[in-house]
């Protein structure tokens, strides 16, 4: 089969933003307006095509990214619409690895807000040039103008408006395009439709011709030649300026702005057009390189050997697992066998599905450029490659945030043991940032996850999807433990009951490091002391004592260890000997140097009206934290301060009865913090009661 479309008309793009700012909304809009849905449905009745899962559904929240393909003006889009919440950040992560270009969406009256900041540098990550789009343009407080300096002061980016609105909030009713220098009125109820091109209203050309001249300059910029003649001749063409701008969004030198109101149907369409005229096409970005040979570089191009980037994965309950793919060069046909470089298997292609939210479409056969769903790859993980097995290529894979929260899980009857262990480990398979783990001490299985919503989603779905109804521990926050002095000791395991006994003896440093840095192990053992094939497990065996530490049973971090000296015996040494000699000598030496514990610290961002602004801060300050700003915006008071995320269980039922549900609050991981002593005593005290503290010599 040969391919339909001609890479040069295929645009993947995201659509991400902050919570709430209406990333579906447009989906929903676009894909009404290119033809891929007759109805247009609407979030807050639970009929959005993009949030398929009961969960999304009933929340009018979007947890999983959804994918779907669409057609505007000979062009196809894939589109993945991504969460905004932060709990599925993760789910942002992965997407915009394998997006060329992406929508970046924010709120008229919100503007540039918490979880904005944090896409934005996601997608930065992965350079990914975007077009910024304001939406909720009819909602009363909406400033486009303000949103604008938001992107370039707090985002750093060189917004260019390339449309500025008519009107706001309810007199928001076209858009004058600076391009053209055309003013488009809205038809009300033509469902965005139809628009009425006219001149620019008489009271709004000065505005117009001052952005109309920010954006040729700012276009002029880009291009030297253009530069020359933008002094010549004061102005560009039309031609010139869509050239220059596609040029330099692509660079990610600029920032498209367009504006409009997707709940009301208006400026959908001219995004549409600026995602066709503006976002790069898969073989327009740079060439994607081998992580391992950064001389083995490979074009998009369908002729290349093959390379594709498995970047999600999905439990169906037809098809069994499905793996999304993002397929960079060369074909990909139903039956083939391929490499998979990251695992060393062979992985054969079961089907190909091209998908729309969790319906599906069979196709034979993938192209590059083309982001499919594949069935039958069992072995295959989020961010492995593949790959032809005669020319192995490795690709960049994602990095995800570990877990700040735990809860313990057990079935409520024995018989669905069996089943909640293949649920969870099918759940873990799905989400990288969900982690599964079996406490031997007190029998416990503990899943960890990025917040509260994050887990309450998957014990829901253990009990929709899998059939396991399960009791669930209070949650627990994921402290870490390090040590804040440096020191030295020896430990010595000597054991003689009859035969071959155990013998290993080490001298070791422990030293603290900067947050951060992580941890490492350095050898100064000389002259043959403890030979050296024992190096090796002295090293495994403090590894193994940083997965619980002495203090309170939480992983250990931010850690140097050196071993300075120690000495063997002939017979009775041996690997499982100077294991147990670092584990126990690391875990002396951590108690030795004074250690601490730290806790995840989130940054928060309350919205509430004035009149609440003085028992909204009281709540921050009663739950440890501290106050670092307080802005207006759109009518509304702006907190913003850090707190201890044990602080914050059950926070949105206070909040909500505080201000009689007219406050939001969101909250992002920012950095680990010392607790306090007498909470640290406390929560150490609490992890003894309970067996969760290992120690004791071996």
């Known amino acids: 089969m040969a391919r339909t479309v001609a890479l040069k008309n295929v645009r993947n793009i995201g659509i991400m933003a902050h919570i709430d700012a209406g990333k579906t909304t447009v989906t929903e809009r676009i894909l009404y307006y290119t033809g891929r849905s007759h109805k247009i449905g609407e979030v807050h009745d639970g009929a959005a095509t993009m949030d398929w899962m009961v969960q999304e559904q009933e929340r009018g929240i979007t947890i999983t990214s959804a994918a779907t393909t669409c057609t505007w003006k000979n062009h196809m889009i894939s589109i993945i619409d991504t969460p905004g919440h932060v709990d599925f950040t993760m789910e942002v992560e992965r997407s915009l690895r394998v997006l060329d270009g992406a929508i970046a969406l924010f709120c008229a009256v919100g503007g540039v807000q ?7 540098h996601q997608s930065e990550r992965y350079e990914v040039p975007k077009i910024a789009f304001v939406n909720k343009m009819d909602r009363i407080g909406a400033d486009f103008f303000d949103v604008v300096k938001g992107i370039q002061n707090q985002l750093g980016a060189n917004a260019v408006p390339v449309v500025i609105p008519i009107g706001a909030s309810d007199e928001f009713k ?25 001149e620019i209203p008489a009271d709004l050309m000065e505005s117009a011709k001052e952005w109309r001249a920010n954006l040729v300059e700012k276009c002029a910029e880009q291009d030297e030649e253009m530069l020359e003649k933008y002094f010549a001749e004061g102005d560009l063409s039309e031609k010139e300026i869509w050239k220059i701008l596609r040029k330099a969004t692509c660079s990610r030198a600029v920032v498209p702005v367009y504006c409009g109101s997707a709940f009301k149907n208006k400026g959908v369409q001219q995004v549409l057009d600026g995602v066709i005229n503006i976002l790069p096409a898969p073989n327009e970005i740079p060439p994607i390189i081998c992580t391992k040979d950064p001389e083995n570089q490979r074009k998009v191009d369908d002729n290349e050997v093959l390379s594709a980037l498995a970047f999600k994965i999905m439990t169906d309950k037809h098809m069994g697992k499905l793996t999304y793919i993002r397929l960079y060069s060369g074909t990909l046909e139903t039956g083939t066998t391929v490499w998979n470089s990251t695992q060393q298997k062979k992985q054969r292609i079961g089907r190909l599905l091209r998908m729309h939210a969790n319906r599906q479409e069979a196709i034979d056969m993938a192209v590059a450029g083309d982001i499919v769903a594949v069935a039958g790859l069992d072995s295959t993980k989020t961010g492995d490659t593949l790959c032809s097995m005669d020319d192995e290529i490795f690709l960049e894979s994602m990095e995800f945030p570990a877990p700040v929260i735990s809860i313990s899980i057990k079935p409520e009857t024995m018989a669905d043991n069996e089943k909640l262990g293949e649920a969870l480990h099918r759940l873990a398979d799905e989400d990288p940032t969900f982690t599964v783990a079996f406490d031997q001490e007190t029998s ?109 049973g939480y992983p250990v971090v931010d850690m140097r260890v050196r071993l300075i000296d120690g000495s063997y015996h002939d017979v009775d040494s041996s690997d499982f000997a100077f294991q147990i000699a670092g584990r126990q000598g690391f875990k002396q030496l951590m108690l ?86 007498s909470i640290a005593e406390d929560v150490v005290k609490k992890r003894r009661e309970s067996g969760k503290v290992k120690g004791g010599e071996e």
């Open 592 to 677: 030795k140097g004074l250690p601490e514990l730290l806790e995840p610290v989130m940054s928060i961002e309350i919205t509430t009206p004035e009149e609440y602004m003085g028992p909204v801060n009281g709540t921050i300050c009663q739950r440890r934290g501290r106050i670092e700003s307080m802005d207006d915006r759109g009518g509304m008071k702006i907190v913003k301060g850090m707190v201890p995320l044990s602080e914050m269980f059950g926070y949105s039922n206070t909040i909500r009865s505080l201000t009689q549900g007219r406050a939001s609050f969101s909250m992002t991981f920012e950095h680990y913090e010392a607790v306090p002593f």
């Open 174 to 198: 076209g858009v004058i395009d600076l391009i053209t220098m055309k003013a488009l009125i809205f038809h009300e109820d033509a469902k965005g439709a139809e628009w009425d091109e006219v």
């Open 444 to 552: 416990e299985t503990i899943i960890s996850g990025m917040g509260e919503l994050h887990l309450e989603i998957i014990v829901d779905r253990l009990k929709r999807e899998f059939n396991v109804v399960a009791a669930v521990g209070r949650p627990e926050v994921a402290y870490r433990e390090r040590a804040t002095t440096s020191s030295e000791g020896a430990y010595k395991h000597a054991k003689q009951s009859g035969g071959r006994g155990q013998f290993a003896h080490v001298k070791l440093v422990l030293e603290p490091r900067n947050p951060g840095e992580g941890f490492e192990f350095i050898n100064e053992v000389v002259g043959g002391r403890i030979p050296q094939e024992y190096i090796p497990s002295v090293e495994k065996g403090v590894i193994q004592a940083l997965a619980a530490g002495p203090f309170a």
């Open 114 to 120: 918490p979880q904005s900041e944090t896409v934005w």
